[in-house]
């Protein structure tokens, strides 16, 4: 249902000492759905499988949620 953890946890220095899963959720993407595929509501660095999901799904969740978090706080 979930590979574990999806995203890196940047340089300390780069992003104010924010683990990755804070700054997904401070970007407003708990829960955010593609597909099958959704950010998880419990742990934000989680992309798991509703069901259905294709690959696809998938990796283009993970380039919104890459793309909100940038816009939002400029760390990539």
Not at 33 to 61: C, P, R, W, Y
């Amino acid at each position: 249902k979930t590979g574990g953890s999806t995203f890196k946890n940047p340089a300390p220095e780069s992003s104010g000492g924010k683990k990755a899963w804070q700054l997904v959720d401070e970007a407003g993407c708990r829960g955010l759905t593609m597909g099958g595929a959704q950010v998880s509501e419990k742990h934000t660095n989680f992309l798991i499988n509703t069901g259905n999901a294709t690959s696809a799904d998938i990796e283009g969740l993970g380039e919104m949620v890459r793309d909100k978090v940038y816009a939002a706080t400029g760390v990539s």
